[in-house]
């Protein structure tokens, strides 16, 4: 980095005046009788923002603090990052290079669909079952395991697509009959201390799946081909300036390059989004499953069947593990662990987007997928950028935390 | 009754999951005393009921322990690969009829690839289950970790795949090695990229490393950028955690480098998942040279999961198989009729060679007592698989009287190194060409990139 200082300076400003507008607002606050919830989390960006020069008309002003005015914050608080960096080091390759930018962040977004797609079935089986499941890493590996058997090994030469309905079934069928067996007496009352029987049972599944599929299929990593290899093809003909395909890899303006395998991946990850939206939004079923998530008790009521909804919540849950693992058994080497790193990052984003809240997960999964791709693209230390991957993630959940610790779509307590 | 019945089907759960996870859970593994069938074939005298007190003494198998990563994120393919092999040993010891003629023992452990899990586990050997030896060892990072455990409890240790040069420069007596020194290996790496650059005319100005921070991958990168700079040749190394998966944002900065050749130095399912990757980002194997790691020579899970790989150049340790002498050869025919192979990896025969050295060790001394087992390795002449191993700097002539430096201490000297490279999809890698050194050589290297 050239000027160092620079963003050094910069960093300052932001931290310094975010945590004073963060702990003086919400006292001007409280002390005008105003609404305070969002006023530490609205006066740490308004200040961080433009410090001074925002914080004192807020101060005198202590307008109502919205969604959009702490959106504004946000992108002038981006806004001065950026500059900053760009400033600090306009050899950097995330300053210098725009289609490395561009390339890494659709990387970005790739993999934030697919780990949005994750976090939703962690946190549809915690809004209705109240209950933060350890399994969910071994279901998105089952998943993976269940398509590359199918279409490698048991079934080879059958539509991918096959498979991966194949993956569905068998985790939503596992997810089934575990709810049904073991969480079931939870509800009844039967459990005395049902959080921690809970923690314990799903923790006792996730060992039980990853050694029994280990004892099944060996710990050798395997690995999916491609599902649906691009074809050759170069637009203009001789050039291939504007777009350039291989089976491998798509190539736009000689610049932005996605992987075949991460574009189908995100593809299905688009496409069972959808379905999961037209079901919760549209169907009795899915309006009874939020009806649930609101309200209990009220929900019973009007004569649906909470039991029924926990069973199903946690099975699609399930699933919608397995099929993340399903898309992405031709992007990674699979092994029975593979669903560790991968549950972990999904806690971190349902946590993050708010306990509970679909949207949140899945805009949770994004801003992890970005922030990771732009940190490994964009730390000037090459032997340090990659290694820090783990740790992007849980830097913008600590801020979150920090700033609103509900999550940024979680419900106020 | 609801409740009596949910608790039944939670009891009959449970009984099986933990029947499962005791059957399947990869901890510890024994076979000779552990497994009565196999030590009755192997050596029949422990089935005589035995009348004296000094008969047990003497019939109690002799334990040695062997290190081994079989759960990820160590790599797992070298781990099983080395199971097997150690495995052959400890039943090829039984079926000559043990250890002094007291039944050989292995209890293999799962190290992980982590320190902290492979310091945990050499103690349990030592401590718990009573090993006089052990052998084995893939990762550096728990080689560096376990020597402490070693060196603390007076117990030697063979290691059979640790390259970091530290192991054995420390020079504890308990530790010997013959696996290659990290050093030595990015020597001949290099060596090697000159070769490709001043014989054979390739482009060659700018290498990328990509490693794992470990304290194999750090040293193992530190050397080569260092050699490659005397060499006049620019470097510039990524590290990634070991068991990462995801290289999408390394291998776009991979490729705005522009390399003319691409070192893979991480180990496991990490160098399978950049390498095929980097494939479908455009700068595999078939696009750009690359030096793969050492896990490709298992060629059936490196074409599973790196279907782009072929022209991987892959460095092998050990002679190539037409220099096989008699022991690596039996060993390659059982291990072939086990695994369905066509070859043994070098790591896994590295592995059988370390049981093997301990068992002569305790043969020669005559004792089961580390110390007399120390005593013998320092003064051993071994035919092994890998050739007549010998560790000739050792407390009689230390690297100072030797005038060497200290890493070669209790070090076997002459592990060959040989650059293959596949040269066809899904070829085994017993089929690979010997491109480097040329002495070796028996094809000329395919170099891709070139325009």
């Known amino acids: ?413 | 009754m609801n409740r009596s019945r949910t608790l039944i089907w939670s009891a009959i759960a449970l009984t099986l999951l933990a029947l499962l996870l005791a059957a399947c859970a990869p901890q510890a593994e024994t076979v000779g005393e552990a497994e009565p069938a196999a030590q009755e074939e192997a050596a029949p005298a422990p089935t005589e009921a035995p009348a004296e007190e000094s008969d047990d003494m003497a019939m109690e198998p002799v334990k040695i322990g062997a290190l081994a990563p079989l759960s990820a994120p160590g790599a797992v393919v070298g781990g099983e690969a080395m199971r097997e092999a150690m495995l052959i040993a400890a039943e090829e010891l039984n079926e000559r009829g043990g250890i002094m003629g007291r039944p050989v023992e292995l209890i293999i452990v799962d190290t992980e690839g982590l320190p902290e899990r492979g310091t945990a586990v050499v103690e349990r050997l030592i401590n718990q289950d009573g090993v006089v030896g052990i052998g084995g060892g893939y990762h550096s990072s728990v080689g560096v970790a376990a020597k402490e455990v070693a060196r603390d409890n007076g117990v030697p240790i063979v290691f059979a795949e640790t390259w970091n040069d530290t192991i054995t420069s420390v020079q504890y007596d308990e530790i010997f090695r013959i696996a290659p020194l990290s050093s030595e290996v990015s020597t001949v790496d290099v060596k090697f990229m000159q070769w490709l650059r001043d014989e054979n005319g390739m482009k060659l100005e700018k290498v990328v490393i990509l490693t794992e921070n470990t304290d194999y991958g750090i040293p193992a990168a530190e050397n080569t950028t260092a050699l490659l700079d005397e060499a006049g040749i620019a470097s510039v190394t990524f590290s990634v955690d070991i068991g990462t998966q995801d290289f999408a944002g390394i291998i776009e900065r991979v490729k705005a480098e522009s390399p003319d050749l691409i070192v893979t130095l991480a180990t496991g399912e990490a160098s399978y998942n950049f390498t095929q990757q980097a494939a479908d980002a455009g700068i595999g194997p078939q696009d750009v040279p690359t030096m793969c790691n050492q896990v490709s020579l298992v060629s059936d899970a490196f074409w599973t999961n790196v279907p782009d790989g072929n022209h991987c150049y892959v460095r092998r340790i050990g002679l190539p198989q037409q220099l096989y002498n008699d022991v690596a050869q039996a060993l390659v025919a059982e291990y072939s009729a086990r695994t369905g192979k066509d070859d043994i990896e070098s790591y896994a025969m590295a592995s059988y060679d370390s049981i093997m050295l301990i068992a002569q060790a305790i043969e020669d001394a005559g004792s089961t007592d580390p110390s007399d087992i120390i005593d013998a390795l320092e003064n051993i002449n071994h035919m092994g698989a890998l050739g007549p191993i010998t560790f000739p700097i050792n407390r009689s002539n230390t690297p100072e009287q030797a005038g060497v430096d200290p890493k070669w201490w209790h070090q076997f000297p002459d592990p060959a190194i040989t650059i293959v490279q596949y040269q066809e999809e899904g070829q085994d890698a017993t089929e690979t060409t010997v491109v480097y050194p040329v002495i070796y050589q028996t094809g000329a290297p395919i170099i891709v990139g070139q325009e």
Not at chain 1, 29 to 53: C, H, M, N, T, W
Not at chain 1, 187 to 208: C, D, N
Not at chain 1, 225 to 237: K, N, S, V, W
């Open chain 1, 1 to 413: 980095m050239e000027n160092a200082a620079i963003f050094g300076w910069a960093l300052l400003w932001i931290i310094c005046w975010g945590a004073l507008g963060g702990v003086v607002t919400p006292r001007i606050y409280a002390r005008k009788d105003l609404e305070i919830s969002q006023a530490s989390f609205g006066g740490a960006v308004i200040g961080a923002a433009l410090g001074p020069f925002s914080l004192l008309p807020l101060w005198v002003a202590t307008p109502k603090i919205t969604n959009r005015l702490i959106g504004i914050a946000i992108a002038i608080v981006v806004g001065i990052f950026i500059a900053a960096f760009a400033l600090a080091d306009p050899d950097n390759l995330c300053v210098a290079n725009g289609g490395f930018v561009i390339s890494q962040l659709a990387n970005g977004i790739v993999i934030g669909i697919i780990y949005g797609l994750m976090a939703l079935g962690l946190t549809l089986i915690f809004s209705i079952l109240g209950v933060v499941s350890f399994a969910h890493g071994e279901f998105y590996m089952i998943g993976g395991m269940v398509t590359y058997f199918i279409s490698a090994k048991w079934l080879p030469g059958v539509s991918p697509l096959v498979a991966i309905l194949a993956s569905c079934i068998v985790t939503f069928a596992i997810g089934y009959l575990f709810e049904r067996i073991f969480l079931r007496p939870m509800g009844s009352g039967e459990i005395e201390r049902p959080t921690e029987y809970a923690i314990l049972v799903t923790f006792g599944l996730a060992f039980f799946l990853q050694y029994f599929t280990q004892a099944l299929t060996s710990a050798v990593p395997v690995k999916a081909q491609r599902f649906f290899p691009f074809p050759r093809a170069e637009l203009p003909a001789d050039s291939g300036a504007l777009l350039k395909m291989t089976p491998g890899n798509v190539t736009i303006f000689d610049a932005v390059s996605i992987p075949n395998p991460r574009f189908t991946a995100a593809v299905l990850a688009l496409l069972m989004l959808a379905a999961l939206l037209w079901f919760l939004y549209r169907t009795w079923v899915g309006k009874a499953l939020r009806a649930v998530s609101q309200d209990r008790q009220a929900a019973a009521v009007t004569g649906i069947n909470p039991d029924s909804m926990n069973s199903l919540a946690f099975s699609m849950g399930a699933m919608l593990a397995g099929l993340s693992g399903a898309s992405l058994v031709q992007v990674f080497s699979w092994l029975p662990q593979v669903g560790i790193p991968a549950a972990a990052r999904s806690f971190v984003i349902i946590v993050l987007g708010g306990m509970g809240s679909l949207p949140g997960a899945f805009l949770g999964g994004l801003i992890v997928g970005l922030v990771e791709a732009a940190g490994t693209g964009c730390i000037p230390d090459a032997t340090r950028a990659a290694a820090y991957i783990p740790a992007y993630g849980m830097v913008i959940l600590t801020l979150v935390l920090l700033l609103k610790p509900t999550g940024l779509f979680g419900r106020e307590l």
